[in-house]
């Protein structure tokens, strides 16, 4: 009986040995694999943030060009002489535009510069701007202020404010032109749909800091991100949302920003890329452009895609929202979208401002955005209809917030 006491005993020790050699090779495991993947998102990340973020050497760029008498802005002295600009987090999606937080004195703004020289549309396979051969190359040396206002006028359709101008302030300027940010900027000056413009050296410019973007949801690491269903993560951008008469406010400055750019008084601009990630909003709710790099004049996209070989409608795509068909007979895209700005503007807002609605307004709400939604060809042809469903859908809306301190 002893004997068998103590053969039950060295059993179970030697159970209790396994079961803990094999949660310490469990744990070692686990930890070296948290380990493993952790180093290896560092190093991703690292990786990322150095080709991505820049801001030094287009810093050192614009200040080498400025040095040499050939830019010249507002903000030029205090980048590269008195160190009063300062580039600060990075925000930079693409490696040819640069995008920083940054400190101007006691001024808070956002920091664009071009790692490429000017651009211009070249509406290829990828539709991406293409660099002339030189950056800073127009106007020339000798050129008139009178001859630089009509490259001004040609191009903008404006004149210049001051009758004097110095060559590298001209440079720069015309530069500026060349990207559409800075264009629409510039266009809608008088508005509150784009941030204002505090400043420019070259290329380089300053723009106003919008306190609040996207236009909803939330920003998530990659790697949480790519384990979310798509259906999961609609539900949860639409958590993060202001009240329904702020999204009311919000949603009337996207509707007017469709009309600033639709026939105004330096013509017509297509909206290609309508999405959340493209607007925000300031602490008195008004929309704003976060990011105008697609909302390009209507003739200059005409004149790009005219060019465009395809074999499908699906080649004759600018950004994301930007369509137009295929002549097969040709095998060239025609000029003109499939749908309007309103009709994609109304999509981007329908679950956002359906979504919380007052009884009351919810289904002539949602009747007019849907009618909205289905409006085909371009604005010029339907302008009639388009014009009354806009003023439909803000009536509608000012109507129900009029009363209230969210108006």
């Given amino acids: 009986m002893p004997q068998l006491t103590l053969s039950r005993k060295v059993n179970e020790s030697i159970s209790k040995t396994a079961r803990f050699s094999y949660l310490h090779m469990k744990y070692l495991f686990f930890s070296w694999l948290a380990v493993f993947v952790g180093s290896w998102i ?11 973020c820049r ?21 030029c002295s205090s980048l590269c002489e008195k160190d009063t600009l300062y580039l ?46 030189a950056a800073f190359n127009k106007p020339t040396k000798g050129t008139s202020v009178e001859k630089f206002r009509e490259m001004i006028l040609a191009h903008l359709k404006t004149p210049i404010k001051d009758g004097h101008i110095s060559l590298p302030e001209a440079r720069s300027t015309w530069a500026l032109l060349q990207l559409n940010e800075f264009l629409l900027a510039l266009v809608l000056q008088d508005r509150e749909h784009t941030p204002k413009l505090l400043g420019f050296c070259g290329d380089l410019y300053v723009m106003e800091k919008v306190p609040h973007s996207p236009l909803y949801g939330i920003s998530l690491p990659w790697i949480i991100e790519v384990w979310i269903p798509a259906g999961l993560r609609r539900s949860m951008d639409q958590w993060f949302t202001p009240s329904w008469p702020h999204k009311a406010k919000i949603s009337i400055g996207l509707l007017e ?7 105004g008084t330096f013509g017509s601009f297509l909206m290609c890329d309508v999405s959340a990630n493209s ?16 909302i390009v004049p209507e003739a200059i996209f005409q004149e790009g895609i005219r060019q465009q070989h395809c074999d499908a409608d699906e080649d004759c795509l600018y950004g994301v929202d930007c369509l137009t068909s ?3 007979t040709k095998h060239r895209c025609t000029p ?31 009747k007019q955005l849907y009618a909205c939604i289905a409006l085909k060809g371009s604005a010029e042809q339907m302008e009639i209809e388009h014009s009354l469903i806009l003023n439909n859908l803000k009536t509608l809306l000012w109507k129900k917030i009029s009363h209230t301190k969210d108006s």
């Fill in 42 to 52: 560092v190093y991703v990340e690292y990786s990322s943030y150095t080709e991505l």
């Fill in 55 to 75: 801001g030094h050497e287009c810093k050192n760029s614009i200040c080498d060009k400025y040095r040499k008498g050939v830019i010249d802005g507002s903000a």
């Fill in 88 to 133: 600060g987090k990075c925000f930079t999606a693409r490696p040819k535009s640069q995008v920083y937080s940054g400190s101007w004195g006691d001024l808070e703004g956002v920091i664009k510069c071009q790692m490429e020289e000017a651009p211009h549309y070249d509406l290829g396979s990828e539709m991406e701007p293409r660099k002339e051969a």
């Fill in 257 to 263: 920003l469709v009309e600033d750019v639709f026939h």
């Fill in 279 to 294: 607007f925000g909003y300031n602490d008195r709710h008004d929309l704003k452009v976060m990011d105008a790099r697609y």
């Fill in 326 to 328: 295929c002549d097969l």
């Fill in 336 to 366: 003109e979208v499939t749908r309007p700005n309103l009709a994609k503007a109304c999509e981007a807002l329908k679950d956002y401002i359906l979504r919380g609605a007052p009884s009351d307004v919810s289904e002539e709400l949602e």
